[in-house]
């Protein structure tokens, strides 16, 4: 089973994912390949498998992702081969992916496997005040680029099994785990 996380950027994605992970042993990520620089607590392999902008394209030359996307001017995408040894190994896959992975994956995965998806809503004015407060420490432009997806975004929920407004950490993950141990019986 595939679950996909999706909102703007700042909406919690990440850190439900890693709550996730942490309190549910058949849950699992697998990293989207990216051309964009590191960041401060970006982990190889872990949190993005980071690649040049040459290596990305050769991947979509190859016919290696199930699906990519540019956003905010960098690429991102998932690998069929680590997708597919991931679900070999019979676990739950989270993943967080913006609105347009997640429109591709449902279209290319849907007849072969449950796909869950889930937009996490976040009023814009508390979306502002969390990109400005991020480890990562986005510039105001990066910040407006952000702020100006936040309504295309938000006009995709309607592909969304489930929306969820993100304003408390542990309501959210407990709703979410909850999501999921009912859509894993149902399959």
């Known amino acids: 089973m595939l679950v996909i996380l999706s909102g703007v950027a700042g909406a919690g ?3 439900i994912k890693k709550e996730l992970i942490k309190r549910m042993s058949n849950v699992v990520t697998i990293p989207s390949y990216t051309d964009r620089p590191k960041r401060p607590g970006d982990v190889e392999g872990g949190t993005y498998n980071f690649v040049t902008t040459e290596q990305f394209e050769e991947m979509i030359k190859n016919n290696e992702l199930y699906e990519y996307n540019v956003h905010h001017n960098h690429y991102y ?3 069929k081969k680590i997708f597919n040894d991931t679900v070999k190994e019979g676990k739950i896959i989270v993943k967080d992916i913006d609105v347009n992975g997640t429109e591709n994956l449902i279209n290319i ?3 072969d496997m449950k796909v869950v998806t889930i937009f996490l809503r ?3 004015d508390e979306l502002e005040n969390r990109l400005k407060n991020r480890i990562d420490k986005p510039s105001i432009k990066e910040i407006q680029l952000r702020l100006n997806r936040f309504d ?3 006009s995709k929920i309607g ?3 489930y929306v969820l407004k993100n304003d408390d950490l542990e309501k ?3 709703i979410i785990m909850t999501i999921i141990n ?3 019986k149902m399959q």
Do not use: A, F, M
Request: net charge negative; charged share 40%.
């Open 13 to 15: 994605k990440d850190t």
């Open 77 to 79: 995408g998932t690998s």
């Open 152 to 154: 295309y975004e938000e």
């Open 182 to 184: 009912n859509e894993y």
């Open 172 to 174: 959210t993950t407990q």
């Open 109 to 111: 995965l849907k007849d």
């Open 122 to 124: 976040v009023p814009k």
């Open 159 to 161: 592909i969304y099994d």
